[in-house]
């Protein structure tokens, strides 16, 4: 069975850093790529970053490029977002999600997707 644990959410003053993990078990997690979706209160979902199985191709939304990056670590069966300079409309709940493939650009669609962890960035 797929499960994707996320952690490292909080509350985060404007400005400020933070790091979310996502723990993977149940796959082959070095074979698949993987992506950060957030969904902010009373939003709809919204794609955040995604990376391929190796981690050498990455993408992310234009409101979070130059402040987010996304990495893996695939001895870890791990993938990380390292939020920086955050600002109150990152405020969401942020979710790890797995594509069928190994490529993103290949993929239409996630297929396993965690709980989500919490961020709010406040003052």
């Known amino acids: 069975e797929v499960q994707l644990v996320e952690s490292g959410g909080g509350l985060v003053q404007p400005g400020g850093s933070r790091r979310l993990s996502c723990a993977a078990s149940?796959?082959?997690?070095?074979?698949?790529?993987m992506s950060w979706v957030r969904q902010a209160p009373g939003k709809g979902l919204e794609w955040v970053a995604h990376?391929?199985?190796?981690?050498?191709?990455?993408s992310s939304a234009e409101s979070v490029t130059g402040r987010f990056t996304i990495s893996r670590d695939n001895a870890k069966n791990t993938l990380y977002l390292q939020l920086n300079s955050v600002k109150p409309e990152d405020t969401a709940m942020y979710y790890c999600?797995?594509?069928?493939?190994?490529?993103?650009?290949?993929?239409?669609?996630?297929?396993?997707w965690g709980q989500g962890t919490l961020v709010t960035v406040s003052s």
């Open positions: 149940g796959f082959t997690f070095r074979r698949y790529a």
């Open positions: 999600a797995k594509y069928p493939d190994s490529v993103y650009e290949r993929s239409r669609y996630l297929e396993a």
């Open positions: 990376i391929n199985s190796g981690g050498s191709s990455t």
